[in-house]
């Protein structure tokens, strides 16, 4: 008997019947990672996404989540905002201003309400603390960074700490001096999928207020459900330059100029890819960049940031640094829809007694 080889490029994608003379279900060929264990063809990226994380597994293997109750809601929207000006962009710096940045380099103080997501990883024999950066945040009150689920889901809250104020990861001799805070709670949203990582969000609780000053500030939140003016968007990061093993991650922080690309456009440039054509992007997801422009591995959890429609000189976080596929190429990056969420953010905020009033 002759032997044949075959190279496997597709699977067939149907169910077998339980007679032989009932008729077949309708099926459909796509490569062999597109279909599974069930014969379906995959619609949610399951397995087929980068997520734009270091890295992170639960410390412990008795570590459980727990949702909190859905049946409190919150009397009055509470409104996030710095006394004064939320959103506050320091475009030219702080207390100086940087010359040859001509590698997407922000200015000191540029994006006030940055923050840096560590992972404490001292172990008893250490005999420094030793501390790894894993995601990005941004400061949205106080006492509460917002990031994304995926960042913070399998890390215990008394091994995270947020730092304020950072912009050249390897000197503290910066102008004006770091915030480094604990964090003592983790809000994750009750919704969230990390295998697809929908309602990518999570709160951040400090153990102490940051000081509110010129480098270190709070980003506007957007109402929920609103619009924004997508042309002049930035995504800010010490994420990789490329995905993977090759890639490095950046000692000073980075900007990037990004359009919200419109969800259509975007589910058509996703289904180029091995995500494949019946591919349906989650309605708690946004999209932006493309053409050369994006965010990169490391940048999970950062935030992308747009004009407010009626004062263009300040910003509101409309993302958050989800997923992508690959770094740098024609496909835009995936990215939390923040607006989706303002309600439950402030649900969370009436459950921690953090009513407080920010002025517009």
């Not at 490029?9 to 099926?27: F, K, R």
């Not at 923050?115 to 990005?136: F, Q």
């Not at 990518?200 to 207020?209: C, F, G, M, R, Y």
Request: hydrophobic residues 35%.
């Amino acid at each position: 008997m002759a032997l044949i080889a075959w190279l496997v490029l597709a699977v067939v994608v149907c169910s077998a019947t339980a007679q032989d003379n009932a008729p077949a279900e309708p099926c459909t060929c796509v490569p062999y990672y597109q279909c599974d264990q069930n014969g379906t063809i995959v619609q949610n990226g399951v397995g087929l996404i980068d997520i734009r994380i270091k890295d992170g597994e639960c410390e412990h293997y008795l570590d459980v989540c727990c949702k909190e109750p859905k049946d409190v809601q919150p009397k009055a929207p509470v409104v996030v905002r710095q006394p004064g000006l939320c959103g506050r962009r320091n475009e030219e710096g702080v207390n100086m201003r940087i010359t040859g940045d001509s590698n997407n380099e922000a200015q000191f103080g540029e994006f006030p309400w940055m923050a840096a997501v560590l992972r404490d990883d001292s172990t008893s024999d250490s005999e420094t603390p030793k501390t790894n950066y894993i995601c990005g945040g941004s400061l949205i009150h106080p006492s509460v960074v917002l990031t994304a689920a995926h960042c913070v889901a399998s890390v215990r809250s008394d091994r995270l700490w947020v730092r304020l104020g950072e912009w050249d990861t390897q000197t503290n001799n910066e102008p004006l001096p770091l915030q480094d805070r604990r964090v003592v709670k983790v809000t994750l949203h009750p919704d969230f999928r990390d295998d697809v990582l929908y309602n990518d969000v999570a709160l951040l609780t400090l153990e102490k207020p940051a000081e509110l000053a010129d480098h270190v500030d709070v980003v506007c939140v957007p109402p929920q459900d609103s619009g924004y003016d997508g042309s002049r968007c930035f995504a800010s990061g010490w994420g990789k330059h490329v995905f993977g093993k090759e890639g490095n991650y950046q000692v000073i922080l980075k900007k990037v100029q990004l359009p919200i690309v419109p969800r259509k456009e975007c589910i058509e440039k996703l289904r180029d890819t091995r995500l494949g054509k019946f591919f349906v992007l989650h309605e708690s997801f946004l999209c932006a960049g493309g053409a050369g422009e994006d965010t990169c591995q490391g940048d999970g959890g950062g935030p992308l940031v747009c004009p407010l429609i009626e004062d263009p000189t300040r910003y509101q976080q409309v993302g958050i640094v989800a997923w992508g596929i690959g770094c740098g190429g024609i496909t835009p990056a995936v990215y939390a829809n923040v607006a989706k969420f303002r309600n439950w953010i402030d649900q969370q905020f009436l459950y921690a007694n953090l009513n407080v009033t920010y002025s517009a």
